[in-house]
């Protein structure tokens, strides 16, 4: 784990009404404030290699700090970082249990984690987080809700970007997995068999109507004990997130993604958040950090209202 370097931005004023991301985010230390949120990084590509995408999401926790850092607060609220985990080589495993472990100690905290990623790889540190902590209760169903174009259930036998949502089903009955926005044409038809094996639910990035999505939302919630959100940034149009390694040429609308994020948020289920898939290297004008940055924003300030 590595500390990363202080938030920074401009300052207008230290009273309530003037105050940005920047000016209250301070390093974690166990037992502060629970209920808080806590950010994480998982500077890591790896698995983004080993599934032949393109390069450079490991510099993403950073940018998106960066892009965060400025915006400003509607309401006071307090903000900690607990660091980076970078992972090296090629020790995508051994990251992913260090983040599973962070996220387990945070939830025991009583923090609410938010992840930020890194490639699509963080999602099974995430599950393992949630599943080793205290939080989750023997017996109690977690739901995993992914706003994603791909479905990430290879076959390969080697951990990537593309396979947690599979490893995770293959090992814990009582997770439901549920996507919105899959692209059918960047799915092949074993992945949708794939997933209607597991009992995978799906709206197509065609079908994400919001009040179809919204009833979508409702309907995998019920029964739900615990809610897992995971954002892919290739879920949105390339237009608003050019920067992933796979951008989408139909993609779902920010509007809806955010609608998504706040149904959830409501639901007061929501235990965990990570968002994965930023490359910065290949980023427009920072297009696409600003808009995960805008996303992580409402998702935050809402639930800790």
């Known amino acids: ?35 808080a949120c806590v950010f994480v990084g998982f500077a890591c590509e790896e698995g983004v290699r080993r599934n032949k995408g393109r390069l450079g999401a490991a510099q993403g926790p950073d940018a998106l700090r960066r892009a965060l850092s400025p915006m400003a607060l509607a309401t006071h609220l307090r903000a900690f970082d607990a660091g980076t985990i970078a992972v090296t080589d090629d020790r995508l495993e051994d990251g992913q249990r260090r983040l599973g472990q962070t996220v387990s100690a945070l939830l025991d905290d ?72 899959i692209s059918q044409p960047s799915n092949t038809r074993n992945l949708f068999d794939t997933a209607h094996r597991f009992g995978v639910r799906y709206l197509l990035d065609d079908d994400c109507e919001p009040t179809r999505v919204a009833t979508f939302v409702d309907d995998f919630l019920d029964g739900i004990d615990l809610l897992y959100l995971t954002i892919d940034l290739d879920v949105l149009p390339a237009a608003v997130a050019p920067g992933v390694s796979a951008p989408a040429a139909y993609g779902v609308a920010l509007s809806t993604i955010q609608s998504v994020g706040d149904r959830v948020t409501a ?29 992580v924003h409402r998702i935050v300030t809402r639930h800790v209202e």
Not at 277 to 294: G, K, S, V, W
């Open 267 to 295: 639901s007061g289920t929501l235990a965990v958040v990570d968002i994965a898939e930023l490359n910065p290297r290949l980023d427009i004008d920072n297009r696409t950090a600003r808009t995960a940055a805008r996303i």
């Open 110 to 181: 009583g923090a609410f984690p938010v992840v930020l990623g890194g490639g699509h790889e963080l999602a099974y540190g995430t599950y393992l987080g949630l599943a080793g902590s205290a939080r989750r209760a023997p017996g109690s169903i977690v739901g995993i809700l992914n706003l994603d174009a791909h479905f990430d259930l290879r076959p390969d036998p080697t951990p990537t970007s593309g396979t947690p949502f599979r490893q995770i089903l293959e090992t814990d009955e009582d997770v439901r997995y549920a996507v919105i926005g």
């Open 1 to 35: 784990m590595t500390s990363d370097p202080a938030w920074t931005g401009r300052v207008d004023g230290t009273a309530p009404e003037y105050l940005r991301w920047h000016q209250v985010v301070t390093p974690y230390e166990p037992g502060e404030d629970p209920g």
